[in-house]
């Protein structure tokens, strides 16, 4: 068991409509990360915040919006839902703001189909 | 910026032997770490082993170990005694220390099978 915890485990949902992802970091870490993996883009970075500020951006659609709140749980939300958007959706943690040598961990993640 | 390769797809390995995965990076950083992960098909993220750029050893835990060689910018994973629980796609990240944030960048995984 990492310590993260994300919940739904499963959502399906249509097209066009609006889902809230939910991440728990491991006690005493300050970054949360998110992730989506799908087959043919593999692992892609989305977006990071440390302590309640964003720290990172990768990949994410101007659809997608987080944000990490004062107890430091983190909240992906994902609007305008398109087939494409179907993938298993990672949160990770980490202590630091940079991190160093220290591994993220991460939840069992959250599989979302758009049909 | 900064990639990762790995070349395998899939590799099928023989239970209780030893595995290599590939894995070959691309950064500008002078200062990095690569990591590997485990993604069973439970579908979980289970961290394995972490080797910085300026480790002079090269990484083992347990039966995992990294060889690394740096001038190549190679980190290939060496998995002994292959058992059948390891049988899972194998993940090769890096993180620049830029001042960028924490972010890993991953591989594409290589899928491996132990026959029993």
């Known amino acids: 068991d990492s310590g993260v915890t994300q919940t739904p485990k499963h959502l399906i949902t249509a097209t066009g409509q609006r889902v809230t992802l939910r991440c728990s970091p491991r006690?005493?870490?300050?970054?949360v990360y998110w992730y989506q993996q799908s087959l043919d883009q593999g692992l892609q970075f989305l977006i990071q915040?440390?302590?309640?500020?964003?720290?990172a951006k990768g990949n994410i659609l101007e659809r997608f919006s987080a944000q990490q709140f004062p107890d430091l749980h983190s909240e992906l939300n994902l609007s305008s839902l398109e087939l494409g958007d179907s993938a298993l959706y990672f949160c990770?943690?980490?202590?630091?703001?940079?991190?160093?040598?220290?591994?993220?961990?991460f939840g069992n993640g959250t599989r979302l189909t758009v049909t | 910026a900064q990639k990762i390769t790995q070349t395998q797809p899939g590799m099928f390995v023989q239970e209780k032997e030893a595995v290599t995965l590939d894995c070959t990076y691309d950064?500008?950083?002078?200062?990095?770490?690569l990591f590997w992960y485990k993604q069973p098909s439970s579908g979980e993220m289970i961290f394995l082993i972490y080797?910085?750029?300026?480790?002079?050893q090269n990484a083992t835990e347990g039966r995992y170990s990294l060889n690394f060689q740096k001038a190549r910018k190679s980190a290939n994973l060496v998995i002994s005694a292959s058992q059948l629980g390891d049988s899972a796609m194998y993940f090769c990240?890096?993180?620049?220390?830029?001042?960028?944030?924490?972010?890993?960048?991953f591989g594409q995984g290589t899928e491996l099978s132990v026959k029993p």
């Open positions: 915040y440390y302590n309640g500020e964003e720290r």
């Open positions: 990770a943690s980490s202590v630091g703001r940079e991190s160093g040598n220290s591994p993220l961990h």
């Open positions: 080797q910085g750029s300026y480790d002079e």
């Open positions: 990240a890096m993180r620049g220390w830029n001042n960028q944030g924490g972010k890993l960048i």
């Open positions: 006690s005493g870490d300050l970054s």
């Open positions: 950064t500008s950083d002078q200062s990095y770490g």
